[in-house]
């Protein structure tokens, strides 16, 4: 596709459960990010995805999050026993070569998560 | 620590020209990013500053000073379809992405 796609747009859960989001990159980007957008608030880093070396995770909040990267492209974030401040806007950004090269980052339309 | 800075919000007048700045303390520095996002949009990439002084894309137009940790967005012939958050965001040594919390720019008529 043109741009970075990201499903679901909107997603409503309880307390507890899981919920996995999905990334579709642009198609050659080699590098993937992961961030999350509270109400009112900046993005704030969740993990990187370079080609083939080990993610950088240091983003992460806790040990529910996690998150993966299929064949170097799609990308799923995994977000385990929900809770209400996991409420936020999460958005994927794909970029050509990664972050030593200080490319620009395209984003996707971002899931609007809310946990009740 | 990093640390990234913005006005929380700007008013101004279409027309007019508003410059809404940026300073930053961070581990290093490879590059500052501005981005501007629309309310319940993503972010779209709007410049990109690397060495020192000003980068003119027609209305808008981004300056940098490294020695002084300080950047600014310049937007003129201000239109309503500018009112949006801008989002200032640098790279240091880790080469991540760090995002201010963005300025709310309402443009009234």
């Known amino acids: 596709g043109a741009g970075v796609s990201q499903s679901p747009s909107n997603k409503v859960t309880e307390k507890g459960k899981d919920v996995e989001l999905r990334c579709d990159p642009i198609?050659?980007?080699?590098?993937l990010y992961w961030y999350r957008q509270s109400l009112g608030q900046g993005l704030e880093f969740l993990i990187y995805?370079?080609?083939?070396?080990?993610?950088?995770k240091s983003g992460l909040p806790s040990d529910r999050f996690s998150a993966e990267r299929t064949g170097g492209s799609v990308s799923t974030l995994t977000i385990q026993r929900t809770q209400q401040e996991d409420s936020a806007v999460y958005l994927c950004?794909?970029?050509?070569?990664?972050?030593?090269?200080?490319?620009?980052?395209?984003f996707g339309p971002g899931t609007r998560l809310t946990v009740l | 620590g990093q640390n990234i800075d913005q006005p929380t919000e700007m008013t101004a007048t279409e027309g007019a020209i508003v410059q809404i700045n940026c300073t930053y303390q961070?581990?290093?520095?490879?590059?500052l990013f501005w981005y501007q996002q629309h309310a319940g949009e993503a972010p779209t990439f709007l410049s990109y500053n690397v060495l020192d002084g000003l980068e003119e894309k027609g209305r808008f137009s981004s300056f940098l000073s490294r020695s002084k940790g300080y950047s600014y967005l310049l937007l003129k012939e201000l239109q309503m379809k500018d009112s949006a958050s801008y989002l200032c965001?640098?790279?240091?040594?880790?080469?991540?992405?760090?995002f201010g919390q963005g300025t709310t720019l309402q443009v009234k008529p």
């Open positions: 950004a794909s970029s050509l070569v990664g972050v030593q090269s200080t490319d620009t980052q395209y």
């Open positions: 198609s050659g980007h080699t590098a």
């Open positions: 995805f370079q080609g083939n070396s080990a993610p950088d």
């Open positions: 965001a640098v790279t240091g040594n880790t080469g991540k992405l760090i």
């Open positions: 961070t581990s290093g520095f490879n590059g």
